[in-house]
């Protein structure tokens, strides 16, 4: 998982169009390719896509595209003449922006009502929810045993002058996970507020990074990269991926500081193969896929009823009460934010 566990490896197959079926009659049929758009994160087993190919007869073409804003970047500018026939990996923080743009077409799955349609963001149905991933802080439980100091719980305690210089976040403007964060400050203090508590974070000695590997993997003294900070802006199921020899993860994500961040799939509009692609979406929401994505990819599946890997439950637990904000007030507060943001922070 590359923005939530470095050890994590893809298997993901990528295939060719052009290839052939037999009919059944000594002649040959052209065998589908619908390509699906998605962020450098997605993760499947090589035997759960060919699974999925011999039960229906489709090759699926994966072409990665950056992080979440990278994808629906590219797919706002590219819809007029689509770079594939499906996208999955727009998050809820971006969902507005693709919807309002035109990216996708409705499509409402067989599979959706089996859990997916808890986190519906468009009436029209132009996206599932194919997984949950919530954006907390992090702490290295290990650094505070060792300094003899509480670890921090909430919102606040990372503005307290006895964790200064130990918070490392993402920028919102080039990071999904960073966007999250602000989002569930802005949720939590409100417009009122959410410039006075970052005002407070700078002064404590915030440090801003563009991505979630580099604060995690290189600031964050926690994982492999063992960096200099303790404290950093990353997933409540990262704990999962750092589960040392004795079992106890050496991480603990602060549920208090959790906003919820679901990744949508949906058919892209003007794609060139509109059937097919329905039938990506419809594997995506599948039990099948769906039991892939805790161990692939790190987050929690959409689905009802599909088992976490053993001991999720004690370490990475699905937060309760996430910070949340509506899909229209982050269309419409998103970019005003992020500048309001920089000229504050940066």
Not at 48 to 72: H, M, N, R
Not at 151 to 158: Q, R
Not at 164 to 189: H, M, N, R
């Amino acid at each position: 998982m590359k923005r939530r566990a470095a050890t994590a490896i893809a298997v993901v197959g990528v295939v060719a169009a052009g290839c052939s079926l037999s009919d059944g009659d000594g002649g040959t049929q052209q065998t589908p390719t619908v390509t699906l758009v998605t962020h450098d994160s997605f993760l499947a087993p090589q035997e759960v896509l060919d699974a999925f190919q011999k039960q229906s007869g489709i090759k699926v073409s994966v072409l990665k595209q950056g992080d979440a804003g990278s994808l629906t970047n590219k797919l706002v500018l590219t819809k007029a003449n689509p770079i594939g026939d499906v996208a999955f990996g727009v998050d809820s923080t971006f969902a507005s922006r693709a919807l309002s743009e035109g990216v996708f077409e409705p499509y409402t799955s067989p599979e959706a009502d089996r859990g997916p349609q808890r986190y519906a963001v468009d009436p029209e149905h132009r996206l599932s929810a194919v997984d949950v991933g919530d954006v907390c802080v992090n702490v290295d439980t290990n650094y505070f045993t060792t300094k003899g100091i509480p670890a921090p719980e909430t919102y606040d305690d990372l503005a307290d002058p006895k964790y200064k210089d130990l918070l490392v976040v993402e920028d919102p403007a080039t990071a999904s996970p960073g966007l999250a964060f602000l989002l569930g400050t802005i949720a939590k203090y409100g417009d009122a507020g959410w410039k006075d508590y970052w005002t407070k974070l700078k002064a404590n000695g915030l440090k801003v990074v563009s991505g979630w590997e580099e604060a995690y993997t290189k600031q964050f003294s926690g994982s492999s990269g063992k960096g200099p900070r303790p404290i950093v802006v990353s997933y409540a199921s990262s704990p999962a991926a750092e589960v040392g020899d004795d079992g106890k993860p050496r991480t603990k994500a602060l549920l208090d500081t959790c906003y919820r961040q679901v990744e949508y799939a949906g058919v892209l509009a003007g794609g060139k193969q509109v059937e097919n692609a329905r039938k990506v979406v419809d594997f995506l929401l599948s039990q099948q896929f769906q039991a892939t994505v805790a161990a692939n990819m790190y987050v929690y599946p959409a689905r009802q009823g599909v088992d976490l890997p053993a001991g999720w439950a004690q370490v990475a637990p699905l937060p309760q009460k996430p910070q949340t904000l509506p899909a229209d007030q982050v269309q419409a507060g998103r970019e005003k934010w992020i500048g309001e943001w920089r000229a504050l922070v940066q």
